[in-house]
């Protein structure tokens, strides 16, 4: 497969297609807002941290039941949780940190999902056992998360969409789970949606939407996604009152779902930060944010204290997204992309239309992107 990524032509003003184009995708049956996953993707799984060497743990991820694993050696797996033979969840059975074995009829798996051992067979009894497979799925572990790609699998995948800013240095972190009720698509909309912010995120650390100010970002297409430009935080901003001037954030995001963001202080990162939006069926999606900060050694008095912000932060989306949750099963219509704060959401629609039709047609990925000043008022 080929994953080549190129940038679309620039310019200094967002699309006008933005809108109009919207529309189209959110009424056709193919692409429409809320219906389908990106293919061909890595997908968030769970914190490295989660999972203990000869553990299991079962997930349902993209609508299908996923086994995930770690072997006696540290490596972590995945698999189809559904056993070849009659359908019992693999996971209710035993691993011994090699071997899967179902809890029906004893057959065993290694971790590539490949049969192993079927006891009901005599020692006569000669049987192709490695013709029996559930499907396995490619797993990276990065910065401390494990990541399952679904799609195609070659040995060209796209990169993982990790946290940024990091470097080499060491950093603690700590993730944060949360269940959103809603279709991906609207996850997605909400996280890289500047308009919510001063009403949704109104804390008496964070804002209030008491005075609007405008708001000038730049934009530039980059990856599967875009980045904002890095600049200083907003003079009302936590980060900026704690350091002041020479603090400078920049804020990308990646498909699938992927809200990054990581903080300087005098050129030097303190805080990064990847959300990651993995849709567990058509209509729950789940939430991770992991979050990296430096000072090894602090995880103990540090992880709490983050945890409690960000929580408080993300609860406040999900709250929104159980609002929306009932009267998003009417399939409304909708106007989600209000120029310019709703051009970010136009462009996910596009960038994930775009990603499909480049596997599906096997060239190289053209990032729709194109290079934007966006204004609004938050
Ligand atoms: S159902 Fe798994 S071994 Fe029979
Ligand atoms: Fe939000």
Same mark, same amino acid.
């Given at each position: 497969m080929n994953t080549t990524l190129k940038t679309a032509g620039s310019s200094?003003?967002?699309?006008?297609r933005d809108v109009s184009e919207l529309e189209s995708v959110s009424q056709s049956q193919v692409g429409g807002l809320g219906t389908w996953y990106l293919q061909n993707m890595w997908y968030f799984a769970v914190a490295s941290s989660e999972l203990k060497k000869g553990k299991m743990l079962p997930k349902t991820m993209l609508g299908e039941p996923i086994l995930l694993g770690r072997d006696s050696n540290g490596k972590a797996f995945a698999m189809r949780d559904i056993c070849p033979h009659q359908a019992v969840p693999l996971s209710k059975g035993c691993f011994d940190g090699k071997e899967v074995m179902c809890c029906f009829h004893g057959w065993k798996f290694d971790t590539s999902g490949t049969c192993t051992s079927i006891p009901s067979l005599t020692k006569e009894q000669d049987f192709p056992l490695c013709k029996i497979k559930t499907p396995n799925y490619p797993v990276r572990e990065v910065r401390g998360a494990v990541w399952v790609y679904f799609g195609d699998q070659s040995d060209d995948l796209p990169d993982v969409p990790e946290a940024p800013g990091l470097g080499e240095l060491l950093y603690e972190q700590t993730t944060t789970t949360l269940l959103l009720p809603t279709h991906i698509d609207y996850a997605a909309l909400a996280l890289i949606d500047p308009a919510h912010v001063p009403y949704v995120h109104n804390s008496w650390w964070w804002r209030s939407a008491k005075a609007l100010k405008p708001k000038q970002k730049h934009y530039v297409p980059e990856g599967t996604g875009w980045t904002m430009v890095k600049h200083q935080p907003t003079k009302h901003s936590i980060f900026f009152k704690l350091f002041g001037q020479h603090i400078e954030t920049e804020i990308s995001f990646r498909l699938p779902g992927c809200r990054r963001e990581y903080i300087q202080f005098a050129g030097k990162t303190i805080l990064s930060g990847i959300s990651t939006l993995t849709p567990v069926d058509e209509t729950h999606t789940e939430l991770n944010h992991t979050t990296y900060w430096m000072f090894p050694g602090t995880k103990f008095f540090m992880d709490p204290i983050i945890q409690y912000f960000v929580n408080e932060f993300l609860g406040q989306d999900q709250t929104i997204a159980k609002l929306q949750e009932g009267n998003l099963k009417l399939k409304p219509k909708l106007i989600p992309t209000i120029k310019d704060a709703g051009t970010p959401g136009a462009w996910y629609l596009r960038l994930k239309k775009e990603w499909a039709e480049s596997r599906r047609e096997g060239r190289p990925f053209n990032? !729709?992107? !194109?290079d934007s000043i966006l204004h609004w008022m938050s």
């Open positions: 200094d003003r967002a699309d006008d990032n !729709p992107v !194109p």
